[in-house]
C-alpha cells in the first residue's frame, strides 16, 4: 500500500477512535475545558499525529491511546465520585470579589490579573466592581458574579406582574422541510401549520426557518430576506378580541332602554375589565 494511503487510513481509523473516546468521556463545552481537559487533549493530539506519521508504530499508539483513555475515563469517574479527587484534578473555584472588594491575595493565587478580572465582568455587563457583592471565579477561569439588591435588574415578581410559565420554542420548519415531531412536542400538527402560514400568504418550501413558542405565536424566516411577511401574534389578536368585546358591551349597554338588559351589559363590562387587567402581563 502507497505511503500516502497508508496515512489517510491511519488517519481515518484514528478520527473515528477519538470520536468514541470524547464521547466516552462525556460532554464538555470547549471554553469550559478545564487544565486537566487541556492536558488530556494535548497528549492524545501529540500521539495521534505520530501514529499517523508513522513516528511510532501503530499497534504501539493505538495501545498509548487506549491507555490514556482508560486513564481518562477512570480519573473521570474518580472525580464524580470524590470531590478531593475533582479538585485535585480540576481545581478549585475561589472567590474574587466579597462586598464589592476585590481579593487581591486570590487573584494573584489564580494567576489573574486585574484586567482580566474587568474585561470578564464586562463580558456580563457589569463595568462596576462597587456593585457586584460576590463573585466566583470557576476552576475554568470563568467569573461568576452576583450584583448588590439595589443593582439587580428589576423582574415582574418586584413589580407583582404575574407570568406564565414559560417551555422551550420548538423549529418547527428548518430549510424547508416541516419539523414534525416538533409540531407534536407542541401539541399541533401540518393542519395547523398551514393554516397559519395560509394567513400571511406564505408556503413551506419558502420558509428557512419558523419557530412556534409556547403560546402558539409563530416567527418566519425566509429565504428571500427582501420579504418580510408579517408576524402573527396569538396573544395579542386575543388582547385585542377581549377590548373590542369590551367595547362592545359598553354600546349595547348605551342603546339599550330595558333596564335589566343595560345592568346584564355593565355586570359584563366590569368583569371582562377584570379579565383584561389579569391577562394583559400575559398578553404583551
Known amino acids: 500500500m502507497p505511503e500516502w494511503l497508508q496515512v489517510i487510513v491511519r488517519s481515518v481509523v484514528l478520527i473515528v477512535f477519538l470520536i468514541l473516546l470524547t464521547r466516552s468521556l462525556g460532554r464538555k463545552i470547549a471554553a469550559r475545558m478545564t487544565y486537566f481537559d487541556v492536558v488530556f487533549a494535548m497528549v492524545l493530539s501529540v500521539i495521534i499525529a505520530a501514529v499517523t506519521l508513522n513516528i511510532i508504530q501503530a499497534t504501539y499508539g493505538f495501545i498509548a491511546l487506549l491507555t490514556w483513555a482508560l486513564v481518562g475515563i477512570g480519573l473521570s469517574f474518580f472525580s464524580i465520585k470524590s470531590k478531593a479527587v475533582h479538585e485535585i484534578l480540576h481545581g478549585k473555584e475561589a472567590v474574587v470579589i ?7 491575595d486570590q487573584l494573584k493565587k489564580m494567576r489573574y490579573t486585574p484586567e482580566d478580572l474587568l474585561q470578564q465582568l464586562r463580558s456580563k455587563q457589569i463595568f462596576n466592581v462597587a456593585d457586584v457583592e ?4 470557576e476552576a475554568n477561569g470563568e467569573i461568576n458574579a452576583l450584583l448588590k439588591a439595589n443593582k439587580q435588574p428589576i423582574t415582574p415578581k418586584h413589580l407583582g406582574v404575574q407570568t406564565t410559565p414559560q417551555t422551550g420554542t420548538q423549529t418547527v420548519i428548518l430549510d424547508g422541510n416541516i419539523m414534525d415531531e416538533a409540531l407534536t412536542t407542541m401539541g399541533l400538527n401540518r393542519g395547523w401549520l398551514r393554516t397559519e402560514l395560509d394567513k400571511i400568504g406564505v408556503s413551506p418550501e419558502n420558509v428557512f426557518l419558523a419557530q412556534v413558542d409556547a403560546m402558539r405565536d409563530l416567527y418566519i424566516d425566509l429565504f428571500d430576506d427582501a420579504i418580510q411577511p408579517p408576524q402573527p401574534t ?6 385585542t378580541t377581549l377590548e373590542q368585546a369590551k367595547a362592545d358591551l359598553k354600546s349595547f349597554s348605551l342603546d339599550t332602554d330595558n333596564p335589566k338588559a343595560k345592568q346584564t351589559y355593565q355586570r359584563c363590562v366590569k368583569e371582562l375589565e377584570s379579565i383584561i387587567y389579569d391577562v394583559r402581563p400575559l398578553l404583551k
Do not use: S, T
Request: no cysteine; proline share 0%.
Open 134 to 137: 460576590f463573585a466566583v471565579m
Open 234 to 239: 396569538v396573544r395579542q389578536l386575543l388582547l
Open 98 to 104: 466579597k462586598h464589592g472588594k476585590i481579593m487581591e
